[in-house]
T-cell receptor, first 112, second 115 residues
Framework: RKEVEQDPGPFNVPEGATVAFNCTYSNSASQSFFWYRQDCRKEPKLLMS???SGNEDGRFTAQLNRASQYISLLIRDSKLSDSATYLC?????????????FGQGTILTVHP | GAVVSQHPSRVICKSGTSVKIECRSL??????MFWYRQFPKQSLMLMATSNEGSKATYEQGVEKDKFLINHASLTLSTLTVTSAHPEDSSFYIC???????????FGPGTRLTVL
């Protein structure tokens, strides 16, 4: 079983749609969780951290369920510029410089 | 956010040559830097953890004699791909985290093509 699993998609949605991505992780000792965005042939960029209480940043909402070891990302009112690969990322417990484990990514294409 | 640079951004070399990639943290000190590799249509895979002033820790399956890592200062880590072969062609990305943050910041990556 992969340490971090995501639905690879691709997701093709029209502008304005709401889309949700799911992710599960296998290491119950994982301590930090993130969503990164990666554009084609570029480095990953942090989209948002994910907390158990849930957190929202504009059109993006992330949720963490530690009991189910499940992470989600909701994008509302999709824009063309949201087209990218979304990476679910988990950091191992321990120091603040822990190893990151990446999911395989979910490809999103937003079309006019 | 913090800035990490990589050089070169792209390199094409002949099989058998060695290639050095530099990773610099420009506005913070990185005690630890990480080196990742990403093949087409795949996600990032951690190759090694680079610690300033000590030996790197390599992930299972990564040959330490082939991928030489040096982290001589708090702002510079280098990855040398020795005797590169076409199967080493990949996107190599480094990351680092400052002491003030839980986040890792990624360099722009180096695209290596071995002919």
């Amino acid at each position: 079983r992969k340490e971090v699993e995501q639905d690879p998609g691709p997701f093709n949605v029209p502008e304005g749609a709401t889309v949700a991505f799911n992710c599960t992780y296998s290491n119950s000792a994982s301590q930090s969780f993130f969503w990164y965005r990666q554009d084609c042939r570029k480095e990953p960029k942090l989209l948002m951290s994910v907390y158990s209480s849930g957190n929202e940043d504009g059109r993006f909402t992330a949720q963490l369920n530690r009991a189910s070891q499940y992470i989600s990302l909701l994008i509302r009112d999709s824009k063309l510029s949201d087209s990218a690969t979304y990476l679910c990322v988990v950091k191992a417990g321990g120091t603040s410089y822990g190893k990151l484990t990446f999911g395989q990514g979910t490809i999103l294409t937003v079309h006019p | 956010g913090a800035v990490v640079s990589q050089h070169p951004s792209r390199v094409i070399c002949k099989s058998g040559t060695s290639v050095k990639i530099e990773c610099r943290s420009l506005d913070f000190q990185a005690t630890t830097m990480f080196w990742y590799r990403q093949f087409p249509k795949q996600s990032l895979m951690l190759m090694a953890t680079s610690n300033e002033g000590s030996k790197a820790t390599y992930e299972q399956g990564v040959e330490k004699d082939k991928f030489l890592i040096n982290h001589a200062s708090l702002t510079l880590s280098t990855l040398t791909v020795t005797s590169a072969h076409p199967e080493d062609s990949s996107f190599y990305i480094c990351s680092g985290g400052g002491s003030y943050t839980d986040t890792q910041y990624f360099g722009p990556g180096t695209r290596l093509t071995v002919l």
